[in-house]
């Protein structure tokens, strides 16, 4: 499933490498920073594997930090980011569980998204978290929130990752997808994302996200709305 695009060897690994911790520390307000491995080793880059049994796990790079990381924590109860944004509402209703099928209560679902226009909350400069927020489930499990439909986007290509995927023949952009950690004590913790049938660029992502269960319908359910239902299965921590 993972594929070598090309090696970048000696001089030309280090420029690349230092153009993207340049690039990285800038994005996060740190302009001085130039080392490229603290930048790399930032909790905004994972890259996590399947744990027997459990969901589907994908690579991400998380464009702004979540409520927890933030000092928004009211959006620990918000339930629908749609208000005041353009596009299809879409709900969201799932439960988490673990592998055995017990519902696993107070579970928490940190989930983030673009929006329809494939845009990031970063991205647009906004005062007020936007299309983000983390939700507990309740005591059967469960959990659900309205949002909007998101929309694909291209990596920036403006920057060394940029020239690195010009020079390939592969796309440089992700499918429309919405992203979710999925955490409860004596479980671990699933990093992972939901792909709509249908998306383009499924076949094409540019980061090699997608995985065949990670793609669900998001259903026309009425004229309003979509709707895609998706339960998560957590393994008991290791
Ligand atoms: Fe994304």
Same mark, same amino acid.
């Given at each position: /499933?993972?594929?070598?695009?090309?090696?970048?060897?000696?001089?030309?690994? +280090?420029?690349?490498?230092?153009?993207?911790?340049?690039?990285?520390?800038?994005?996060?307000? !740190?302009?001085?920073?130039?080392?490229?491995?603290?930048?790399?080793?930032?909790?905004?880059?994972?890259?996590?594997?399947?744990?027997?049994?459990?969901?589907?796990?994908?690579?991400?790079?998380?464009?702004?930090?979540?409520?927890?990381?933030?000092?928004?924590?009211?959006?620990?109860?918000? &339930?629908? $980011? &749609?208000?005041?944004?353009?596009?299809?509402?879409?709900?969201?209703?799932?439960?988490?569980?673990?592998?055995?099928?017990? &519902? +696993?209560?107070?579970?928490?679902?940190?989930?983030?998204?673009? @929006?329809? =226009?494939?845009?990031?909350?970063?991205?647009?400069?906004? #005062?007020?978290?936007?299309?983000?927020? %983390?939700?507990?489930? #309740?005591?059967?499990?469960?959990?659900?929130?309205?949002?909007? /439909?998101?929309?694909? *986007?291209?990596?920036? /290509?403006?920057?060394?990752?940029?020239?690195?995927?010009?020079?390939?023949?592969?796309?440089? *952009?992700?499918?429309?997808? %919405?992203?979710? +950690?999925?955490?409860?004590?004596?479980?671990?913790?699933?990093?992972?994302?939901?792909?709509? =049938?249908?998306?383009? *660029? $499924?076949? #094409?992502?540019?980061?090699?996200?997608? !995985?065949?269960?990670?793609?669900?319908?998001?259903?026309?359910?009425?004229?309003?709305?979509?709707?895609?239902?998706? @339960?998560?299965?957590?393994?008991?921590?290791?």
């Amino acid at each position: /499933m993972y594929r070598s695009v090309f090696s970048l060897e000696g001089e030309e690994n +280090i420029s690349f490498r230092e153009g993207v911790g340049t690039r990285c520390g800038r994005e996060l307000g !740190r302009a001085s920073r130039s080392n490229t491995e603290a930048a790399l080793r930032r909790r905004h880059y994972f890259c996590t594997r399947r744990r027997r049994g459990a969901e589907e796990a994908a690579l991400f790079f998380r464009v702004s930090a979540s409520p927890r990381e933030s000092e928004n924590a009211d959006l620990w109860s918000a &339930a629908d $980011l &749609a208000e005041s944004i353009g596009g299809g509402r879409l709900h969201v209703v799932g439960s988490v569980c673990g592998v055995e099928g017990s &519902a +696993i209560p107070n579970a928490t679902v940190d989930f983030w998204q673009a @929006d329809h =226009e494939g845009n990031y909350e970063a991205q647009l400069g906004a #005062d007020e978290p936007r299309l983000r927020a %983390i939700l507990s489930t #309740d005591a059967a499990g469960k959990f659900d929130f309205w949002t909007v /439909m998101p929309l694909g *986007y291209t990596i920036p /290509m403006d920057g060394p990752v940029g020239d690195l995927i010009g020079r390939t023949a592969i796309s440089n *952009y992700r499918p429309a997808h %919405i992203h979710f +950690i999925v955490s409860a004590p004596g479980f671990g913790t699933l990093v992972t994302h939901l792909f709509p =049938e249908g998306a383009d *660029y $499924l076949d #094409d992502d540019v980061v090699f996200g997608v !995985r065949p269960q990670l793609v669900v319908p998001f259903k026309a359910v009425a004229a309003s709305h979509h709707e895609v239902r998706y @339960d998560f299965v957590l393994t008991a921590s290791d």
